[in-house]
């Protein structure tokens, strides 16, 4: 009967879960990605050299190589956005550059561009990728100089000019575009708090910023503060912000690919450093007054046979003086105490 007792006490107890019954990451329970999340300072770094939409997807690519990216926002004020349709004709017509046909509405050139040029190079690229062999040589080298040519006539044709299409172009990249007032440093005080309330919320553990603006150098010490892992995206070799990030890189390097490829190392170098700071060892008061309290509380005792009865007398022992003070060699006194 004690014993059925017993059993049901025992089985009745709830599992307390220790640090060691933590399973650590493993293959069959991985560690969960980076969150990055991705800020654009449009009125300071437009992509002007490159199509927005190749930017955009330049960008996102680029920031996959440190993580899952969870947002992609680019602020800018309404100017950067505004594209009024000429209501008078422009000094200069627009020249299509593979045809040479002249436009007086930038629009119109575009719809020319993308109904007659890019239809005919999709054309030649879809012959090109069905031919084997020596035909597949013949036709590249049949097309390489129209496809050249179509390619140089894209990069002036497809770049918005003023800021016609910039939004669209963004959106249908990734990004989620925010325009703010007209007022001065509207752009910036916006990106701030946004990027502030993403670390408020713990919504990322990388941020990457695409601007030249020192004025964000505050921001990126707060994140590293918080160690959350930074990266710029500018054009300035020397800049402030890229002397307070973790990683820097040019417009170029994330066009070209050179920032993908060397993110490796960077996520290496993250990696040992997170290591080591675990393996640093930090002072916690609290955590050394418990360990104080439960080593305080331990009893030791140990059994000698007759020092109780010499600790007792310790006062009677030798000559009869105090415990501190010490004979001299020759015995004559006492060392004098130190004062």
Request: include cysteine; aromatic fraction near 10%; glycine fraction near 6%.
């Amino acid at each position: 009967m004690f014993s059925r007792f017993l059993h049901r006490i025992r089985s009745s107890k709830t599992p307390i879960t220790s640090l060691n019954s933590i399973k650590p990451f493993t293959s069959l329970n991985p560690k969960p990605p980076t969150r990055v999340a991705v800020f654009w300072d449009l009125d300071n770094k437009p992509p002007a050299s490159h199509p927005p939409h190749d930017a955009a997807v330049k960008l996102r690519t680029a920031a996959s190589s440190f993580g899952s990216v969870k947002l992609m926002v680019a602020y800018a004020n309404r100017h950067a956005f505004s594209y009024n349709t000429g209501l008078a004709k422009p000094a200069e017509p627009y020249f299509c550059g593979v045809c040479d046909r002249r436009f007086y509405a930038n629009e119109k050139l575009i719809a020319h561009f993308r109904q007659i040029h890019e239809t005919e190079n999709q054309k030649r690229v879809r012959q090109i990728e069905a031919a084997k062999g020596h035909q597949r040589v013949r036709l590249v080298a049949k097309y390489s100089m129209k496809m050249e040519k179509y390619k140089r006539a894209a990069r002036n044709v497809l770049t918005p000019k003023e800021g016609y299409g910039l939004a669209d172009e963004l959106k249908r990249g990734g990004f989620w575009v925010k325009m703010v007032s007209d007022k001065p440093e509207a752009a910036d005080r916006a990106l701030k708090e946004h990027m502030v309330d993403v670390m408020d919320r713990r919504e990322a553990e990388c941020l990457v910023l695409v601007s030249d603006d020192s004025g964000f150098a505050e921001v990126l010490w707060e994140a590293k503060e918080r160690c959350l892992r930074t990266v710029v995206i500018g054009d300035l070799s020397e800049g402030k912000l890229k002397r307070v990030a973790d990683v820097a890189y040019s417009w170029k390097e994330v066009v070209m690919g050179k920032a993908k490829k060397e993110v490796e190392k960077v996520v290496g170098k993250w990696r040992d450093r997170d290591v080591l700071k675990k393996l640093e060892w930090s002072y916690d008061p609290v955590l050394e007054k418990e360990r104080g309290f439960c080593c305080g509380d331990w009893d030791y005792g140990f059994d000698s046979d007759g020092d109780d009865d010499e600790v007792e007398n310790g006062a009677e022992m030798g000559d009869g003086g105090d415990w501190w003070e010490m004979d001299d060699e020759d015995g004559a006194g006492s060392s004098r105490p130190c004062r």
